[in-house]
């Protein structure tokens, strides 16, 4: 069973399904896993499970997925899966008819970049929270799929730590907000306890609406920031590109590595700015295949 992303890229590679509306949207009568987005999201998860094939029976696919990931997702709290004992994941969808691949910024909503997922997150659900033994933390993987006329044709895997800052002040600043909104005169309304920047009821006589005030993150996507390393051309029908820290990349299995060259990946180093340090830099690697 694939439980890394060197297996799983080589899985899309010999995927001959890449029409997401093949990857339909399931339930598990059983509940043993949550509601599955349709698509991308499936086609992603699959692909640590095997080979991408959409007609794959929905039976098979909550077996695969209860051996291979620890938490399945959630509809509005990262990760969108978290592999047994290895990367958390966010998998986002662009749209791209243009066939030149989209480098737009990464609707993240209220949840901060992040390098890493542990159990302390205070936007996990408790599912989440208790999926594995505590206290834990896992690598966070972002995957960005383009999808033209229906079709996956750039797809892009790239660890936070490659371009998040682990220092950044995304907390400091929310916190700070919060306080701002809490000093706020609002009368004879009630504020609610929120993880939000502030949730506040009773506005109105008999208590029908509620005010949400919430924080939207957006991030540059790799696909901009990366854009001379991963170096899309017109005439490629399927690109996919992982990029990682060189460390990460030699903590794979050696057999794992290996296979990336027999399967006619590419694979090339370079080096970037630090996130946390401009003035430093950190060693990538950025594996590619296309046809």
């Known amino acids: 069973m694939t439980k890394n992303i060197l297996k799983a890229i080589i899985n899309i590679s010999k995927s001959e399904d890449t029409t997401l509306s093949n990857y339909e949207e399931f339930d598990d009568p059983d509940n043993r896993i949550q509601k599955q987005g349709a698509g991308l999201e499936i086609f992603i998860k699959d692909s640590f499970c095997g080979i991408p094939l959409g007609s794959t029976p929905n039976e098979t696919r909550i077996e695969n997925y209860l051996r291979v990931f620890s938490d399945t997702g959630h509809k509005n709290n990262p990760p969108d899966a978290m592999i047994r004992g290895s990367d958390a994941m966010e998998i986002k969808k662009k749209n791209d008819n243009s066939g030149?691949?989209?480098?737009?910024s990464l609707a993240l909503n209220s949840s901060p970049p992040k390098t890493f997922l542990s159990n302390s997150d205070k936007n996990i659900q408790n599912s989440t929270r208790e999926c594995e033994e505590q206290p834990w933390k896992r690598d966070y993987l972002y995957v960005i799929g383009n999808v033209k006329s229906g079709n996956l044709f750039r797809v892009t895997y790239c660890y936070g730590n490659c371009f998040v800052s682990s220092n950044g002040e995304y907390g400091r600043i929310f916190d700070s907000i919060k306080n701002g909104v809490d000093g706020v005169d609002i009368g004879t309304s009630k504020r609610i306890e929120s993880n939000e920047l502030g949730r506040i009821k009773k506005i109105d006589p008999q208590d029908f609406?509620?005010?949400r005030i919430r924080s939207m993150f957006e991030l540059e996507s790799p696909n901009k920031i990366f854009k001379n390393e991963i170096d899309w051309k017109q005439n490629e029908k399927l690109v996919?590109?992982?990029i990682m820290r060189k460390e990460k990349y030699q903590s794979f299995p050696e057999?794992?590595?290996?296979?990336?060259?027999?399967?006619?990946?590419e694979i090339k180093e370079f080096k970037e700015k630090h996130p946390d340090n401009p003035k430093e830099e950190i060693d990538l690697v950025l594996v590619r295949y296309s046809r």
């Open 209 to 211: 609406t509620t005010l």
């Open 255 to 265: 057999q794992d590595r290996k296979s990336l060259k027999s399967n006619d990946f």
């Open 240 to 242: 996919i590109t992982a």
């Open 100 to 104: 030149q691949g989209s480098r737009g």
